[in-house]
DNA sequence: AAAAAGGGGACCAGATTGGTCCTATTTTCA
DNA sequence: TGAAAATAGGACCAATCTGGTCCCCTTTTT
């Protein structure tokens, strides 16, 4: 599975919609939920998430709510797939800790933790200002001819 | 989640090792399973998605087992993917047939469509002649001096 | 006829995921 | 001062996905 899990679809849609609204005001998960029609109780959890991370703050009670904390620019679209679900990797085996029934007489470890490093600079120099509505920017590194 | 499922890998192993051993023989779904250590009734199921796919062929009885129909280096990991976990999208709303919640107002969907035709990209332009033990190419694609 | 191999359906157990519920705490405001 | 609104976060649940097993069938060779 080469897929964003919900927490992570639903953390970068909250991120943009703060650098949109931001007028320096809090905005609460409530607003947030409603016009992305968004479960409000997990995307709560999400935001707690994201702050334990950095890129937002928070104040609670009225008028409180969520603000953003560093420029989108700052805000890779690997850092938030990581602080929303853990550590990235292809398989266990690249995870140092973790280890699999192949171990050694593995033949694809290396390819594959290859692929992986291609993958995360990739998503770790993806900026959420990208994202940003009319970027003109096509997100795609450069390609040579042949795939190498 | 940005991982490779068990189906993917042991696919993975499975052709690289009939391309190591290939001899113009079959070689039966046993002995691959025993040399990688991966339990034999799931390599089954692969190999028969594989043949499937048209990367392998089967014969049936005595000195059966499976060969490589295609040269690796027209086998790339998108398609193995594609073939043992159907059709690859970040997301559901970037498969046609599906939709989401958030439809319309989401704020999302475009970028993430984008990052995806990049990964599609590279996974169908890899091919598992690179996966090859010793292969020199490092298996990545020229990224500019920005990630553009 | 027996053995070895693939084809494939059925099924199961554990993990993951998406989501809900509840309580506590903080802050604002009438 | 008390109610309301907001975050913090633990507990939990239901559905799905995944990895794996089991069983039976057909084909091929010996």
Redesign the pocket.
């Known amino acids: ?1 080469l897929r964003f ?3 992570v679809e ?1 953390g970068l849609m909250a991120l943009l919609e703060l650098d949109a609204s931001a007028n320096g005001g ?5 607003d947030i939920a409603e016009r992305h029609e ?5 995307l ?2 999400v ?2 998430a994201l ?2 991370a950095g890129y937002v703050a ?9 603000r953003l904390v560093q420029p989108l620019e700052r805000v890779t679209v690997g850092k938030v797939i990581e602080s929303l ?1 853990g550590p990235v990797y292809l398989t266990p085996c690249c995870d140092d800790s973790k280890s699999c ?1 192949q171990q050694d007489h593995c033949n694809i470890r290396r390819p594959i933790l290859r692929v992986q490093e291609h993958l995360l600079r990739y998503i770790s120099q993806l900026t959420l200002a990208e994202f940003r509505e009319g970027d003109p920017r096509p997100i795609e590194m450069n390609i040579g001819e042949q795939c190498v």
Chains 1, 2 share one sequence.
């Open positions: 599975m899990s919900k927490r639903y809090y905005l609460p998960v409530k968004i479960p409000q109780d997990l709560g959890k935001m707690q702050t334990r928070s104040t609670k009670g009225m008028h409180g709510g969520y679900e029934r």
